[in-house]
């Protein structure tokens, strides 16, 4: 067999069993059979409290998805299901592309998933708040409760078999006819959501245990075109399991267990995260199958924090689809709004610059433009700055109020031989801007935004580069490229330009993201090594702006974004292509433990990407 890639994280979990969502009921459902004069109610019910009529399961069938352009993607799914000791076995086969084999495995301690064309295997421990049994999901309005066991595994038949993800939603269920799948009797049953006049699924439910033995979906808007279809081929119920079959197979090798690096602990005192200053992890959802949606997605940063008190991951609704190269929500100070660059129209242009409200869950469009890179908002709050481009090698900067009123261009003062120009941030009340050309050095400039004057940043040149500065306006960090040594020096200076301190250095590669705590006493920051193979390694360190105590927190392989959470004490790490897939990290600055986030429904069947922390 190959050798296979093995990354292993080590989790903390909570150990309370007080807050399990299985103690949100204390009845035993009563038995019932379903037929066509079922009422909606009862079929609602039947779905609601299917998990309590089977101990264990074991079933095998297929997903075969309809593509616009004609063509079909099918897979196989074998499942064998011990919920009562949080077990689960997932053997997935790709009918029509035989480089989707995987096989994901929960021995009730640790979870495995095993990549076989990617030659890797991951390695989580289960976590506590996922350790539900029997799950009857709590009924209330407006919110829904997917199965925290299902939320590990993620893949489409086995969702089937907790029928309750589907029966949390308004809208109206309604008898069509009763037929047999897999051998056993099923009542055929459709789903319509409440705005919707035509149905978004029809499924064909056991009449004894409400599990779900064959489902067509037609979309979100509902229609009578199949987007996709599950069938159960065979299902046996309440079946002993050998513990076998929730080991690892015999030909994989054992984890190893990560080296810790030899670095200290960022901060010495800071308690955890309190609800208040938690805030919010917004990120985007991107499913490696046909036939799904990107989505925009909020997890609580309590999760981070307090595991056993975190609620279930929450889908974003928006008023256009994700079908274009996404970025990162930009909050503002206070976390109220917002600000997001994205066209809403087929072929990808204009742009337009939208406000979204968080509490009220809106989006409002401020401003267009053929296309808008993403916005910037000022330290108080008051502007939106953004860089246009015309697509034809124009560009220029504009700002405009949250309310959507003051549009205005405020980049025209800048010296017409150094365009086009990079908009950097904000630095106080003025915007940073320098130019994209080639060549070593140049001047930075500021932007006045009440008139638009422009005016150099420093009395001397400097090396063109991206210039961060800190939340309190105190200093400026950037990274030194010296072409003959090929050293790059991460540095820290006063806004006028003086007194820079090096802070870190290192021999090619290169430097990015650099970012700040919130209270500008830390830069994290990642390096890309250069390693034997040419393939990069990322590296991610925090250090103070003094230089002292540089620790590395996080190794792997392409990282997008570091973000430190309102209160300093975490450091967010977006790896975007690990072993897999793309995923986020959380490092605890005060012990160095590394996590993966989890919140009950997200699932590492997806990538998670472009994230943001509304404070």
Not at 531 to 547: D, E, F, K, L, T
């Given at each position: 067999m190959k050798r296979l890639l093995i990354l292993t994280l080590l989790l903390l979990t909570a150990c309370s069993s007080t807050n399990s969502p299985a103690s949100f009921f204390d009845r035993t459902p009563e038995p019932f059979s379903l037929n066509l004069d079922s009422t909606p109610g009862e079929i609602q019910r039947a779905m609601l409290e299917s998990a309590v009529h089977w101990t264990t399961l074991q079933m095998s069938g297929s997903i075969t998805h309809f593509l616009p352009d004609g063509s079909t993607q099918s897979f196989h799914e074998q499942i064998?299901?011990?919920?009562l000791e949080s077990r689960y076995r997932i053997q997935l086969t790709g009918v029509t592309n035989s480089a989707d084999n995987n096989l994901k495995l929960s021995d009730g301690e640790t979870i495995t998933n095993i990549n076989y064309p990617a030659d890797t295997i991951e390695q989580v421990s289960y976590p506590d708040f996922a350790r539900?049994?029997?799950?009857?999901?709590?009924?209330?309005?407006?919110?829904a409760y997917p199965n925290p066991i299902w939320g590990q595994i993620g893949t489409p038949l086995s969702e089937m078999a907790f029928s309750a993800n589907f029966a949390q939603a308004d809208g109206t269920f309604a008898p069509l006819a009763m037929e047999s799948v897999a051998g056993r009797s099923a009542l055929v049953v459709?789903?319509?959501?409440?705005?919707n006049a035509q149905p978004?699924?029809?499924?064909?439910?056991?009449?004894?245990?409400?599990?779900?033995?064959?489902?067509?979906?037609?979309?979100?808007?509902?229609?009578?075109?199949?987007?996709s279809e599950r069938i159960v081929e065979s299902i046996t119920y309440d079946a002993a399991f050998d513990e076998t079959v929730f080991a690892l197979p015999a030909d994989l090798p054992q984890a190893i267990q990560p080296t810790r690096v030899a670095s200290n602990p960022v901060i010495t005192e800071s308690a955890p995260m309190s609800v208040e200053?938690?805030?919010?992890?917004?990120?985007?959802?991107?499913?490696?199958?046909?036939?799904?949606?990107?989505?925009?997605?909020?997890?609580?940063?309590?999760?981070?924090?307090?595991?056993?008190?975190?609620?279930?991951?929450?889908?974003?609704p928006a008023p256009f689809p994700f079908i274009f190269t996404l970025n990162a929500l930009s909050w503002s100070p206070d976390g109220t709004f917002a600000a997001f660059s994205y066209s809403d129209t087929p072929n990808g242009t204009p742009t337009k610059l939208w406000l979204f409200e968080a509490g009220a869950k809106t989006w409002k469009p401020l401003a267009e433009f053929a296309y808008i890179d993403p916005p910037f908002w000022s330290p108080d709050g008051a502007w939106i700055a953004f860089r246009t481009q015309d697509g034809l090698g124009g560009e220029g900067v504009y700002v405009v109020h949250p309310d959507g009123s003051?549009?205005?261009?405020?980049?025209?003062?800048?010296?017409?031989?150094?365009?086009?120009?990079?908009?950097?941030?904000w630095f106080g009340g003025d915007i940073i801007m320098r130019s994209a050309l080639l060549g070593g050095s140049g001047s930075v400039f500021l932007v006045r935004v009440a008139d638009g004057t422009a005016r150099p940043m420093f009395d001397v040149e400097l090396t063109k580069s991206q210039f961060i500065a800190s939340p309190n306006a105190g200093y400026l960090a950037y990274d030194e490229f010296d072409e003959a040594t090929r050293i790059h020096s991460l540095k820290v200076m006063e806004p006028s330009g003086s007194n820079a301190t090096t802070v870190s250095q290192f021999t090619g590669g290169s430097l990015y993201p650099i970012v700040w705590s919130p209270n500008s006493d830390l830069l994290a920051f990642n390096y890309y090594a250069e390693a034997a193979n040419g393939m990069p390694i990322a590296q991610v360190y925090v250090v103070s702006r003094m230089g002292e105590n540089r620790s590395l927190l996080y190794e792997g392989s392409t990282v997008g974004r570091l973000i430190f959470s309102?209160?300093?004490?975490?450091?967010?790490?977006?790896?975007?292509?690990?072993?897999?897939?793309g995923h986020l990290y959380w490092v605890d600055l005060a012990t160095?433990?590394?996590?993966?986030l989890q919140a009950p429904g997200l699932s590492t069947e997806f990538d998670w990407y472009a994230p943001s922390w509304r404070p």
């Amino acid at each position: 067999m190959k050798r296979l890639l093995i990354l292993t994280l080590l989790l903390l979990t909570a150990c309370s069993s007080t807050n399990s969502p299985a103690s949100f009921f204390d009845r035993t459902p009563e038995p019932f059979s379903l037929n066509l004069d079922s009422t909606p109610g009862e079929i609602q019910r039947a779905m609601l409290e299917s998990a309590v009529h089977w101990t264990t399961l074991q079933m095998s069938g297929s997903i075969t998805h309809f593509l616009p352009d004609g063509s079909t993607q099918s897979f196989h799914e074998q499942i064998w299901l011990d919920p009562l000791e949080s077990r689960y076995r997932i053997q997935l086969t790709g009918v029509t592309n035989s480089a989707d084999n995987n096989l994901k495995l929960s021995d009730g301690e640790t979870i495995t998933n095993i990549n076989y064309p990617a030659d890797t295997i991951e390695q989580v421990s289960y976590p506590d708040f996922a350790r539900v049994g029997q799950y009857i999901p709590p009924v209330q309005d407006g919110v829904a409760y997917p199965n925290p066991i299902w939320g590990q595994i993620g893949t489409p038949l086995s969702e089937m078999a907790f029928s309750a993800n589907f029966a949390q939603a308004d809208g109206t269920f309604a008898p069509l006819a009763m037929e047999s799948v897999a051998g056993r009797s099923a009542l055929v049953v459709s789903w319509t959501y409440i705005e919707n006049a035509q149905p978004s699924w029809k499924a064909w439910l056991d009449t004894q245990t409400g599990v779900i033995l064959k489902m067509q979906e037609f979309g979100k808007e509902g229609s009578d075109a199949v987007q996709s279809e599950r069938i159960v081929e065979s299902i046996t119920y309440d079946a002993a399991f050998d513990e076998t079959v929730f080991a690892l197979p015999a030909d994989l090798p054992q984890a190893i267990q990560p080296t810790r690096v030899a670095s200290n602990p960022v901060i010495t005192e800071s308690a955890p995260m309190s609800v208040e200053e938690a805030g919010e992890l917004y990120f985007f959802l991107q499913p490696r199958g046909q036939g799904q949606s990107i989505e925009l997605v909020r997890v609580s940063g309590i999760c981070i924090s307090d595991a056993a008190n975190c609620p279930p991951l929450e889908k974003i609704p928006a008023p256009f689809p994700f079908i274009f190269t996404l970025n990162a929500l930009s909050w503002s100070p206070d976390g109220t709004f917002a600000a997001f660059s994205y066209s809403d129209t087929p072929n990808g242009t204009p742009t337009k610059l939208w406000l979204f409200e968080a509490g009220a869950k809106t989006w409002k469009p401020l401003a267009e433009f053929a296309y808008i890179d993403p916005p910037f908002w000022s330290p108080d709050g008051a502007w939106i700055a953004f860089r246009t481009q015309d697509g034809l090698g124009g560009e220029g900067v504009y700002v405009v109020h949250p309310d959507g009123s003051g549009l205005k261009n405020v980049s025209a003062s800048l010296p017409p031989e150094g365009r086009p120009y990079i908009m950097d941030g904000w630095f106080g009340g003025d915007i940073i801007m320098r130019s994209a050309l080639l060549g070593g050095s140049g001047s930075v400039f500021l932007v006045r935004v009440a008139d638009g004057t422009a005016r150099p940043m420093f009395d001397v040149e400097l090396t063109k580069s991206q210039f961060i500065a800190s939340p309190n306006a105190g200093y400026l960090a950037y990274d030194e490229f010296d072409e003959a040594t090929r050293i790059h020096s991460l540095k820290v200076m006063e806004p006028s330009g003086s007194n820079a301190t090096t802070v870190s250095q290192f021999t090619g590669g290169s430097l990015y993201p650099i970012v700040w705590s919130p209270n500008s006493d830390l830069l994290a920051f990642n390096y890309y090594a250069e390693a034997a193979n040419g393939m990069p390694i990322a590296q991610v360190y925090v250090v103070s702006r003094m230089g002292e105590n540089r620790s590395l927190l996080y190794e792997g392989s392409t990282v997008g974004r570091l973000i430190f959470s309102p209160n300093g004490r975490y450091l967010l790490i977006e790896e975007t292509t690990s072993a897999s897939g793309g995923h986020l990290y959380w490092v605890d600055l005060a012990t160095l433990d590394l996590n993966i986030l989890q919140a009950p429904g997200l699932s590492t069947e997806f990538d998670w990407y472009a994230p943001s922390w509304r404070p």
